[in-house]
């Protein structure tokens, strides 16, 4: 496929993949950031810590692997475009 009959979906998904590569040692030391407080606030508020764990592992994850950083991109731009149609 040429670069003009391309969809919407695909050049996002793209563009999308490159910005999540790009920053993936930002993403990767700020999991670590967020797991150190989750770390910290677990003994002090349970709950807290326990919904804050969720996102600080998946920035490690997303830090760390390929196919998770393109199955987030490609669920972003899915999610972007989901009303618009392509002409």
Same mark, same amino acid.
Do not use: C, K, Q
């Given at each position: 496929?040429?670069?003009?009959?391309?969809?919407?979906?695909?050049?996002?998904?793209?563009?999308?993949?490159?910005?999540? +590569? !790009?920053?993936?040692? #930002?993403?990767?030391?700020? $999991? +670590? #950031?967020?797991? !150190?407080?989750?770390? !910290?606030?677990?003994?002090?508020?349970?709950?807290?810590?326990?919904?804050? #764990?969720?996102?600080?592992?998946?920035? +490690?994850?997303?830090?760390?692997?390929?196919?998770?950083?393109?199955?987030?991109?490609? +669920? !972003?731009?899915?999610?972007?475009?989901? $009303?618009?149609?392509?002409?």
């Amino acid at each position: 496929m040429s670069n003009r009959r391309r969809l919407a979906r695909e050049r996002l998904e793209i563009y999308l993949v490159h910005l999540l +590569l !790009a920053y993936r040692p #930002l993403i990767l030391i700020s $999991g +670590l #950031l967020l797991l !150190a407080y989750v770390l !910290a606030t677990l003994f002090i508020y349970p709950l807290a810590g326990y919904v804050v #764990l969720v996102p600080a592992l998946y920035m +490690l994850v997303l830090g760390t692997s390929y196919t998770v950083a393109h199955y987030t991109a490609r +669920l !972003a731009a899915w999610i972007s475009t989901l $009303g618009r149609y392509d002409d």
